[in-house]
């Protein structure tokens, strides 16, 4: 059973920046995939960031490029989302994901396993 949970959400001016954590028991020893998603108010949830433990290129979505970066401490079994330049359309309800199943990266629409969310709000 892979349990994920979220920290480091909070309320920022627009430009500021916040790390959120992600403490994976389990995932981050398997190198598997794992990835930052988020959810705004009447949206669907959409990908932020993904990546490979083990290695590999991390993959962002287009808004975030630039911007955002996703890292490991895999000591501290804990995938981070560093997210500088934030901006309001960043608001949102960001969750960590890795799929129950496979070796596929997580989508928004897989099956996966979900932390319980933290909540980013980024003011003009």
């Known amino acids: 059973q892979v349990q994920l949970v979220e920290s480091g959400g909070g309320s920022v001016q627009a430009g500021g920046s916040l790390t959120l954590s992600c403490v994976a028991s389990?995932?981050?020893?398997?190198?598997?995939?794992m990835g930052w998603f988020r959810q705004a108010p009447g949206k669907e949830r959409e990908g932020v960031a993904t990546f490979y433990i083990r290695g590999g290129l991390p993959i962002y979505a287009d808004s975030v490029k630039g911007r955002f970066t996703i890292s490991v401490d895999t000591a501290k079994k804990t995938v981070y989302l560093q997210m500088n330049s934030l901006k309001p359309e960043d608001t949102a309800m960001y969750y960590c994901?890795?799929?129950?199943?496979?070796?596929?990266?997580?989508?928004?629409?897989?099956?996966?396993?979900w932390g319980q969310g933290t909540q980013v709000t980024v003011s003009s």
């Open positions: 389990k995932y981050t020893y398997d190198g598997g995939c």
């Open positions: 994901a890795a799929p129950r199943n496979g070796d596929a990266c997580p989508t928004a629409r897989s099956e996966n396993y």
